[in-house]
């Protein structure tokens, strides 16, 4: 009995240490394992591994911290850790030590409910969504590496990033994201994410020289990094999940003024959206305002006058884009290598329609096509995962996998149906953020990363904390 209470008394001291206790304890865990290792392992895994404990154990004292670092630093995938051959977007390494720290806040829970102990409001992993299709996909994606030519590297693929997206990017949200308070934090660190990123591409073309084409908006190198990673379509995907962002700060905000910077703040947004050119942003950033459009179906908010207004915009873009921007030798490039991609896929597709080609090997499909090598050099991963899935993973996976998304937006949409009033126009906006980060990977080549499944794994713990009767088990 006296042991039982000494581990009782452990476990409460733990959730009541302070913020100064637990930096001190973090501190002692790295300086002992530094000392421990510094003979056997080479320094720049060391000073990795130091990281990974300091943050693990200030994330398990401030766990919604690690949350709000995750998606602050989410669209700079190009801001990465680098120490000798490890390599590690910053977002990653985030959701790596919180995860470490949900799994030490669920072992400390799980002691102490054997000893008949309990801490009411617990942040522990305890809500593993949509398990069964998940493990359905990844299944299938086990089954692919019977055709993989490497099978190490295709392990490597199935643990990160495929399982490595749903134990990150869903779970954790789901797990961690309990109240409107923090869901109203992890919104607004969107906003400024997403604002941040909108002023990088502003950047590029008030700095940039050369005519419209070279001005167009894309990511702005930092002391000569580039955060994104990537181009134009790496900003513009970016700029999906802020514009809902905006639109639900809008609902929340009780000021008259504040809702006019918001109003501005928006406009900016969607104007660095359609600067970047990005087809993919433009088709997205339509698919939002339909999304919209029929949300306020028979509300006087769209009027007949409102319904004319949008028709004539869509059709000054589409006439730009097929006079002026499609007839640039550039864009009419990419459109053709697209179209070879697809074919490659198609080719294979026919080979292996059921298990696939296996995982991770459409790089080298495309780079061992003749005809794309000639024309556009080096090979590129696929852009939209449906061929990527039909290549790699057969029909098998991509049914899998489009059955995980139709259960996570069955879901959201029912949460939306069963809300009313304020929350059933939030949980419309939570929508706008999903769909679009999803229908933009139909074109894009960010379907495992967190650029997708992050704003998904939050926008289903929003469905969750709005929907009126929401009694499913997530």
Known sequence: METINKIKDFLESKLIMSGLQMVMIALLAVLAFSLLSLNYLPLSLIIFVDLLIFLTLIFSKWINL???????FFPFWGWQYVSGSINLPFVDLFAVALFAAMLLRTIMYGIAKLEGFEWPGFIYLKKFFGWQYFLAFFLACSIALVSNPDLLLGVKYLLRPILFFYLMFVILPVNIILDKAVFRKVIGTFL?????????????????????F?????????????????????????????????????VWSQKIKNRG??????????????LTFSRSGWLVLLFQSIILYFGFWGKKFF?????????????????????????????????SSRWLMTSVSWHHFKNSPVIGNGLNTFNNMVGGTFVYAIEYGDPLDS?????????????????????????????????YLRSTKTDKLILLFIIMMAGGVVFFQLF?????????????????????????EYERSV
């Open 66 to 72: 690690g949350l709000y670092a995750m998606v602050l």
């Open 192 to 212: 400024v994410s997403g604002t941040v990123v909108a002023i990088l591409g502003f950047l590029t073309v008030l700095t940039t020289p050369g005519g419209w």
């Open 303 to 335: 009027s007949q006058k409102s319904l004319i207004l949008i028709i004539l915009t869509l059709f000054i873009l589409t006439s730009f884009y097929v006079l002026v921007w499609g007839q640039i030798s550039q864009v009419r490039g990419s459109d």
């Open 383 to 415: 852009h939209g995962f449906a061929q990527k899935l039909l290549t790699e993973t057969g029909a098998l996976g991509f049914i899998t996998f489009c059955m995980f998304l139709l259960y996570i937006y069955r879901e959201i949409l029912m949460s």
């Open 214 to 250: 070279e001005r167009r908006a894309q990511p702005f190198p930092l002391f000569g990094v580039n955060l994104l990673g990537g181009n134009w379509n790496a900003l513009a995907e970016v700029l999906v999940v802020a514009i809902p962002s905006i639109l639900i700060y809008l």
């Open 444 to 468: 894009s080549t960010s379907y495992f990363l967190s650029k997708m499944w992050l704003p998904i794994g939050v926008a289903l713990a929003g469905a969750k904390l709005y929907g009126s």
């Open 261 to 274: 910077w918001l109003l501005m703040l928006g406009s900016f947004v969607v104007s660095i959206l359609l």
